[in-house]
């Protein structure tokens, strides 16, 4: 008995030590695509941006990582191809977790991140503003978000296996821009003097969580976006290409989303907070804000450069090597406890005390006049604002603008000063909230690595202030000694827009604009996140104060997406059937692209989630093998109506042969489903010749 019992006790002890550099690592990919035709896309928050087709599937990628001794202890870190995280998917992932999972995965320790990308699809968001490109709530686009990323979730926790992690960094070459950002300036020379190294006015470090053989992690603060406002093909932007890169890097013959190395490229979205014209023609130079510059490079492979195709992968290439760099580096051991902490803040009037003693206080959101302020300035034209109210492009602003937001009072005119006040969305609850008054506070832990998961935007200098007050009271308190590394994650789980510094408000640009809660926004955020750096302690006492969960807008959510009415073929004609033709007479080689036309159906019947549009297919001793789907960044799938009376639309498919191909028989399919006017949904297949590649 008592050999039994100290052997008990020594395999306790030795577990304990263990734990401290052992996870339960779980890492899974899944798709999250919405419809991708006839529905608003999300990110540059332009009317006209109306998806019509494919270019690559949105994923969600999940981490999970867990004590081995414990299943108390965990983090859930989700990182969707998404331009934002939001609180109407959080809450209903979060109670499809609670069905399954029971007090495993909570509000807690589970994080939605996003990309920060702008060519996936919208219209998943619950507050009003969001909505109003997007003609209010697509239910089928948040459902496939939801869906996806519970099936990540469950696709990491199935494969949670014991495992260790490693961090390290690397100054991302070529990152630096030439500009003269006026807000960034504005913060106070020392202050910017200590960052000359690291990049000025844009960060240039990417951090990566390596989970070895299995997968990455990274946070780099490049902004997710390179596609133009005019791309209309649905794609997961240079992070989602970076993470495709490298995924199929290491299983080159897998399928895309079908790897089992998982690599998430993370999004901390800075912006130094100035306008971005001007700038010169630069896959590297692009920042926060929404306006790509005018890069028209010509690559291999891509035919729709005036799209922003080619500066996409350039920009996701570069975040390839720097992840390459840094795994190639020796990296540092992570180790320690893993922790969470999570509370709901309302920032409308939210009161605390300054460092040097002053009491601040956050205003009631809202959005300043340099928010709509035209094209140069940055993301979103929100035509809405500018344009003559009474015009009847916008059915959904046509309902929404007899709500239009109160006139706001003197004392918030004073708490948002010196912001001019265009839209006071804070006051603006018809017929539900036009933005969010309570975010979502969180910090997970695993070892001496701390990611700080926020609710907006941060410019350059905010993210600096916030990881560095951060890290101070880590050490401070003794919850991680001087290693500890701390990385912002974001836009997650709500989307709170921009956080600016104070001096940078006082400039009030786009950003300055768009810091909903007042000059002290950064502040308050500053203040909450750092006062609940105890609650990661190893053996934390109590739990946190919080305000109550923000309410439910789902179920109220105004959607005036029409549904698929029905599809019909041209009389005489099949659907599936081949309209043009791929050449057959001439072989095709590398860099030229290959192109069938079909009588299509509308995508929208069946998002063929998990699937693809369409395969490239290669004639292998005798049997024909899928080579390529949708989500090859080489192949395009393309929609377009040709007439709403009839029903009638037809799909594009093509290929641009990457250099390398196989000589050999080939073929395209498209994989379609109809709707009849009367009678169910069905699944159809179109087929190309055979064509050569040679
Ligand atoms: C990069 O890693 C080094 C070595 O671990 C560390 O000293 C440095 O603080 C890191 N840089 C940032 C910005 O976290
Ligand atoms: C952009 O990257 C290229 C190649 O890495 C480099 O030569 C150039 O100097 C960079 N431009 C800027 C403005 O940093
Ligand atoms: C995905 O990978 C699994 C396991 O490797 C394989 O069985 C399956 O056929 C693959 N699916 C596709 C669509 O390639
Ligand atoms: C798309 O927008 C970019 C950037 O504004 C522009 O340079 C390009 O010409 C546009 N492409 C088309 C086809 O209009
Ligand atoms: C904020 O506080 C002020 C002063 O206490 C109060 O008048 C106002 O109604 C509050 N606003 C909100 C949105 O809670
Ligand atoms: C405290 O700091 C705030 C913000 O920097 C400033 O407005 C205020 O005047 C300061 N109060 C004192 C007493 O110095
Ligand atoms: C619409 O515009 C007119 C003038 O441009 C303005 O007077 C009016 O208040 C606006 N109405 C709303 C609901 O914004
Ligand atoms: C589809 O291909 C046809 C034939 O090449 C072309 O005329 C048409 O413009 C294409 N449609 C789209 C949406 O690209
Ligand atoms: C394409 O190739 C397959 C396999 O060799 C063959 O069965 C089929 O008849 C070919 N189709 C055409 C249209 O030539």
Not at 287 to 306: A, E, I, K, N, Y
Request: hydrophobic share 40%.
């Amino acid at each position: 008995m008592t050999r039994l019992f100290s052997f008990l006790a020594l395999s306790a002890s030795v577990l304990h030590a263990v734990a401290q550099s052992q996870y339960l690592l779980g890492l899974g990919i899944a798709d999250i695509t919405g419809p991708v035709v006839e529905t608003n896309m999300m990110g540059y928050a332009s009317l006209g941006q109306t998806d019509s087709g494919l270019h690559q599937r949105q994923r969600a990628r999940a981490f999970i990582v867990g004590e081995t001794a414990t299943t108390a202890n965990r983090i859930v870190f989700v990182n969707a191809d998404i331009a934002m995280g939001d609180t109407g998917i959080r809450r209903a992932i979060l109670a499809a977790l609670a069905a399954k999972y029971g007090t495993l995965y909570t509000a807690q320790n589970v994080a939605i991140s996003s990309t920060h990308q702008h060519s996936g699809v919208g219209g998943y968001l619950e507050n009003v503003l969001p909505q109003i490109t997007s003609l209010g709530f697509v239910p089928q686009t948040y459902n496939a978000i939801v869906q996806g990323v519970l099936l990540a979730i469950d696709r990491a926790h199935a494969s949670l296996a014991p495992g260790t992690l490693a961090i390290g960094n690397t100054t991302v070459a070529g990152g630096n821009i030439n500009r003269s950002p006026t807000a960034y300036l504005a913060n106070p020379a020392a202050e910017r003097a200590m960052y000359v190294s690291e990049g000025g006015d844009q960060d240039k470090i990417m951090s990566l969580l390596s989970f070895g053989s299995r997968g990455f992690l990274s946070f780099f603060p490049v902004h997710g976006t390179s596609l133009y406002e005019n791309n209309t093909l649905v794609s997961s932007d240079n992070k989602g290409m970076a993470a495709y890169l490298y995924e199929s890097s290491i299983e080159p013959t897998a399928m895309p989303g079908n790897q089992t190395f998982v690599a998430g490229l993370g999004a901390f979205c800075e912006s130094p907070g100035q306008p971005y014209d001007g700038m010169p023609c630069q896959a590297n130079t692009s920042t926060c804000g929404g306006t790509v510059t005018d890069c028209h490079g010509r690559g291999p492979g891509f035919t729709l450069d005036s799209f922003g195709f080619h500066s996409n992968e350039m920009i996701a290439q570069i975040q390839v090597n720097a992840a390459k760099t840094i795994l190639g580096k020796s990296l540092s051991t992570v180790s320690g406890t893993v922790r969470s902490v999570h509370v709901y803040l309302d920032m409308a009037n939210h009161t605390f005390t300054l460092p040097n003693g002053t009491t601040a206080q956050t205003c009631p959101a809202a959005m300043g006049f340099s928010f709509a302020g035209g094209t140069t300035d940055g993301p979103g034209a929100f035509d809405f604002v500018q344009g003559d109210n009474s015009t009847t492009q916008n059915p959904f602003w046509e309902i929404v603008k007899s709500f239009v937001t109160p006139v706001p009072s003197a004392a918030q005119v004073a708490c948002q000063a010196p912001k001019p006040i265009l839209l006071n969305t804070g006051y603006a609850t018809q017929p539900y909230a036009w933005s969010p008054s309570t975010v979502d506070i969180q910090m997970l832990k695993v070892g001496n690595l701390v990611m700080v998961v926020v609710p907006g935007e941060l410019t350059t200098m905010a993210g600096r202030r916030l990881r560095n007050a951060v890290r101070a009271q880590l050490i401070s308190s003794g919850i991680i000694d001087n290693s500890a590394y701390v990385v912002v994650a974001g836009p997650a789980n709500t989307y709170a827009h921009y956080i600016t510094t104070r001096e940078e408000y006082a400039i009030q640009r786009y950003e300055g604009a768009s810091t909903i809660y007042g000059q002290y926004t950064l502040e308050a955020y500053i203040d909450k996140y750092t006062s609940l750096v105890p609650f990661l302690a190893n053996t934390p006492t109590g739990t946190p104060a919080s305000d109550a969960a923000p309410p439910e807008l789902t179920s109220s959510a105004i959607s005036l997406q029409t549904g698929v009415v029905f599809d019909a073929a041209p009389s005489g004609k099949s659907f599936g059937q081949v309209l043009v033709d791929v050449v057959k007479t001439t072989a095709y080689h590398a860099g030229s692209t290959v192109l069938a036309q079909f009588v299509g159906a509308n995508p929208r019947n069946n998002l063929r989630l998990e699937g693809t549009f369409l395969s490239v297919d290669q004639l292998v001793g005798g049997a024909w093998k899928m080579v390529k789907t949708d989500s090859h960044p080489s192949t395009l799938y393309q929609w377009a109506r040709t007439s709403t009376i009839l029903g009638t639309s037809t799909v594009n498919i093509s290929w641009t042969i990457e250099s390398g191909t196989p000589a050999g028989t080939y073929r395209l399919r498209y994989f379609g489903d109809s709707k009849p006017l009367i009678g169910s949904i069905s699944a159809f297949t179109g087929t190309s010749s055979n064509f050569t590649v040679s």
